[in-house]
C-alpha cells in the first residue's frame, strides 16, 4: 500500500467514525435513571376472626398474604361493628361502620395474625384488613365472618 492509499484510508475511517458519532477522545459519560414503578398493594383475602373463649373481649382475626404486590411490611386489622337503621317500617338495614379498635403488625415479613382488644361484649363486628409494601397501603379486604362477643 502506498503511502496516498493509507492516508485516504485513515481519512475515510475518521470520515466513518465522525459520521456514526464515536468522540475522537473519550468524553464524560452521563448517568441514566430510570423510573421503576413500585408495586401496588393488594388486599389480604380469607380474614377470619375467632374468639378464642366466651367471656373474653378480644378475638384473633387471621388473613392469607395476597399474592402479588409484596413484599409486604405491614398489615392493618379493623374492626367493624354492625348497626342497624331503620330506612321504613318493617325495613332494617344494617351497614358496617369501621372504627377502633385497630392493630397493625409489622415485620419482614409481616405476621398474619392480630389479636384484637377492647371489643364489647354483646356487639356483633367484622374486621378487614388492609396490606403495605412499599408502594403504599391497599384498599380493605373483603369483611370477615360476623363474631358476636359473648
Not at 17 to 41: H, N
Not at 106 to 124: C, Q, R, S, Y
Not at 125 to 136: L, R
Request: glycine share 8%; aromatic share 6%; charged share 10%.
Amino acid at each position: 500500500m502506498t503511502l496516498v492509499g493509507a492516508v485516504l484510508l485513515l481519512l475515510l475511517l475518521f470520515i466513518t467514525l465522525w459520521e456514526i458519532g464515536v468522540p475522537a477522545k473519550p468524553q464524560a459519560q452521563s448517568v441514566i435513571t430510570a423510573f421503576i414503578p413500585l408495586p401496588m398493594a393488594e388486599p389480604p383475602t380469607g380474614v377470619v376472626a375467632v374468639q378464642a373463649s366466651c367471656n373474653s373481649t378480644k378475638t384473633t382475626v387471621r388473613w392469607r398474604i395476597p399474592a402479588t404486590g409484596g413484599p409486604y411490611t405491614s398489615y392493618t386489622a379493623k374492626t367493624g361493628e354492625l348497626t342497624n337503621s331503620v330506612r321504613s317500617v318493617g325495613e332494617i338495614l344494617t351497614s358496617t361502620v369501621y372504627g377502633d379498635p385497630t392493630y397493625t403488625v409489622n415485620g419482614k415479613p409481616a405476621p398474619t395474625t392480630a389479636i384484637m382488644v377492647g371489643l364489647e361484649k354483646g356487639t356483633t363486628y367484622t374486621f378487614s384488613v388492609t396490606a403495605q409494601n412499599a408502594g403504599g397501603e391497599s384498599t380493605r379486604s373483603l369483611p370477615s365472618n360476623l363474631l358476636t362477643v359473648c
